[in-house]
């Protein structure tokens, strides 16, 4: 091989590897087409150190299980001083009622509940479309 094939040669590889990169960056990400909302209230006298570890350990679930899309999460809020029927809230995205199917059916999943539900009152969990 001369010379100038082998510089045409790398020039070409250049700009594949080049276009390989700027897909990747512009490829569309996984759309959510489903979304599950989980409340949970905790047991009166529950320490704020198990409830951190809770939260923590919920959105650590999202790097384990690849079906999860989307995840975020917060306390809840009521205006005037009224009573929450629910302390926290879990928002999840998936594709597919599937996928929501393979998390609740996860290993990762079923252990956070049996280390957690000791310090759980009550719970609720909602599916739901998506709408575009």
């Known amino acids: 091989m001369n010379v100038k094939s082998k510089g045409y040669t790398l020039i070409v590889v250049l700009l ?8 990747g960056a512009y490829s569309p990400a996984r759309k959510a087409q489903k979304q599950q909302v989980v409340c949970v ?5 529950v ?6 570890q809770h939260m923590s350990g919920f959105a650590s679930l ?14 809840t ?3 005037n001083q009224a009573v929450a029927d629910y302390d926290v809230v879990h928002y999840l995205t998936f ?10 059916n ?18 609720l969990t909602v599916n739901a479309d998506i709408r575009q």
Request: net charge neutral; charged share 30%; aromatic share 12%.
């Open 41 to 45: 209230k905790f047991k009166k006298g």
């Open 47 to 52: 320490e704020n150190a198990a409830v951190e």
């Open 106 to 123: 996860s290993a990762a999943y079923k252990q956070f509940v049996k280390e957690n539900e000791v310090i759980w009152e009550k719970t």
């Open 95 to 104: 594709q597919s009622e599937a996928d929501i199917k393979t998390f609740e």
């Open 62 to 75: 999202k790097h384990e299980i690849p079906q999860i899309v989307g995840y975020t999460s917060g306390k």
């Open 16 to 23: 594949c590897a080049f276009a390989l990169t700027i897909y």
């Open 77 to 79: 809020i009521l205006p």
